[in-house]
């Protein structure tokens, strides 16, 4: 568990973090989102020491981070930037090994775990582990990255702007893969955002800046629902907000019993697709699979009354 306790920077006599406090559940993602100037990143920061506070506390599992030494920061926390930060005269293999490397693992050890980290983000290590950064794709170049802040099994993972490079049909690939891992790893990572709708896709918490402050702090769909201020109102867009309600639904919620007419979805579809797809084919009813067999509808009545709110 982490917990930012009052935390803030002053600058020239200007709060650019403001007393801030949350804290964060191991192995979930958590999505610091706000405009350009609201103190994301100089949050960010505060957590691995890179900006020291003015006042508050960070605390690690327990531990204020103000008591750990430098190594030990490192060590437990990893941190990932935009563009990637790769040491460009380094191979892959040692790009993501840097931080084992530092702590004096044994080399068989930091090798295995290299070649691990390249085979859950999708590259094949013998291919890919003698590479340099330059022959590699941006998205590549991202994942390799993500990979090197991970190689420590950081207790905690600092990702400022992590996608902002990419393009779009990369970015959502590379949102998947990074879901699928901090899945699959178990990794608490935090990271930094200006895109709302990246916010709400990625994180099961959204925390979001105005101004040096945390106006909102809570899972996407409280956020979507029950906005704190105008600004988080504004950030999240008020017309298609029923439609991003339903992203975050699956089928499964509301299937009932019940015949219906052509192609199924599957339990795991979420509710913004069945939607098209009902109105895409004209139907009000839609069969449901799970696993090829039936499970029941999920109707258009259904989804319109879920996407006016909760029961
Ligand atoms: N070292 C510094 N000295 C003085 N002011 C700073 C310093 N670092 C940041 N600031 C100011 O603090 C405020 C918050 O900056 P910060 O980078 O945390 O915002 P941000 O929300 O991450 O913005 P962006 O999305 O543009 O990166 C800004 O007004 C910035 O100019």
Redesign the pocket.
Known sequence: MIEIDRISKQ??GRN?VDSVSMTVETATITAIV?T????????LRMINRLVEPSSGEVRINGQPTGALQPHELRRRIGYAIQGHGLFPHHTVGRNIGAVPELLGWPGQKIRARVDELLTLFGMEPAQFRDRYPAELSGGQQQRVGVARALASRPDLMLMDEPFGALDPIIRARAQEDLRRIQKTLGSTIML?T?DMEEAIHLGDKVAV?DAGRLVQYGTPAEIIQRPATDFVAEMVGGVDRPLRLLSLVPVSEIVEDGPAEGAPVQTSTNLRDALSTCLWSGRDALPVVRDGAPVGRVTLGAIRARAEGPE
């Not at 350009?36 to 949050?43: D, F, Q, R, V």
């Open positions: 600058y020239e650019v706000g350009s100037g609201s103190g994301k990143t100089t949050l930094v200006h800046m």
